[in-house]
């Protein structure tokens, strides 16, 4: 008989409270412990992964079969439906008990029950431990019992709690290693089929390096000497000046909990005024992807819907029957300089910085008309970091029809924003580097008057 720790959204060692506990009970009970990863290519949904997750996840696969090899735990990656393939696998390695941390996603609390449920019939112990927030949403109600839904009172709330109970945020060291050695088989992932072969997937390679180790590094050079100039700098997308640590995040290379306790720890001595500005900046910016979760957790429909459902009414989205526009912002040719040069920034490396994924969405919900879902579809596809909880809620609050959203009136101008946030042509040199524009397909000024027209007959019933 042997013990099986499940990983999903937790590709690390460090950290790892269902890892931790595993390895603590093969070595008491004196057991082999395996690790299992499901490649699930349906996604939640109808949301399958998308292409750049799908290369990173590949490469982070590879980097924990390394650090697990050394720690004695040999993983094995299958391909089907979660709940065919845990039960499935359990049965066919004898297996007592499986660990798991939950991963806060629509569908997954089911599958979790589904899975322990069919386990526990079986004889098998189960243990599940949370992780992917820092306080999960059950943890995290107003006082009248509701969620919230205005990111600043629940984020004032967050501390609140996390300051009085500092255990909550729990850190585990590396385990230490079962006394098993292993090789490391860099053709193990090649049956799973995760990541595609296109060109444009191979090219990532040059801006990532997926594996929990690379993370800590990234972590540790930003926390080091990039943390205290956030503040001022984090919004200027021409400077590399924000941790790149999304896709991290999302695959649980790092743990939010890490980055949370090291950044209060050093805030308790900081004498810094600028270091402890840009440490409470980025704190804010993990509560928006803790805010994320618990509205998606909240509202599970709203992968799919408007939350505000005025904003899907007939008429407040534009048809765009031959798909001419919504392809030539995919491509960067809209002839509007920042947001052509973002979306080049997406299609080469996968990522896009936030101001700049704020102006390309603004100008496809609201200067061409075209629903949120196409954009969040497109992000969800080329994104390394595409998060169903975050891509939502960014999604929506741009859009203007999310959970604390930009007020509709409010239409980024991408010609003003360019001015201000990339005011020495530092970003769109980089990424439109030839200089030749198309026309632009949409005017400014004209296709705000419409928007603005069509987004007050949703929320005010005005005709358009
Ligand atoms: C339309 C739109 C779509 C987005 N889609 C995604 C997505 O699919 N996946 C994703 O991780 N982020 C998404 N974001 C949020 C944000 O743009 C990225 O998290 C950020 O750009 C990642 O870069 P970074 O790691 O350098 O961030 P940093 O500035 O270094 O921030 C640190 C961490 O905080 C979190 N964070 C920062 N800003 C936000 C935010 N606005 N919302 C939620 N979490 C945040 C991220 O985990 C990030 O790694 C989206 C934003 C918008 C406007």
Redesign the pocket.
Known sequence: MSLLVWFRRDLRVQDNPALWQAVQDARERAQPLTALYVFDPEGVGGWAPGGASRWYLERSLLSLHETLAGLGVPLKVERGRMTDVVRAFAHKVRIEGVYWNRVIEPGQAALDQSIAQSLRQTGVTVEVFDDDCLLMPEQLRRPNGERYKVFTPFWRRALELLEASPATVRLRPVPAPLDRQLQVDPGMLQSAGIAGRAAWQQKLAHHWMPGEHAALDRWARFFLSGIED?DHT?DLPGLAA?????SA??FGELSAARLFAQCAERLAHETSDAARAGIRR?LA??G??EF?RHVLYGRPDSINRSLDRRFDQPGVWKPDPDGRLLRAWQRGETGIALVDAGMRELWETG????RV??VV?SFLTKNLGIHWRE?ARW??DT?V???LA??T???Q??AGCGTDAAPYYRIFNPDTQAERFDPDHLYRSRWLPDGLRPTPIADLKTSRERALSRYRMAVKGEAA
């Open positions: 956030y984090r924000t941790s790149r640590l999304s995040l999302h980025y910016e993990l928006w992807r994320g990522w896009m910085h936030n994924r704020m969405a954009g992000f969800w994104l970091d595409a998060d975050s891509n809620l960014g999604w609050w741009v």
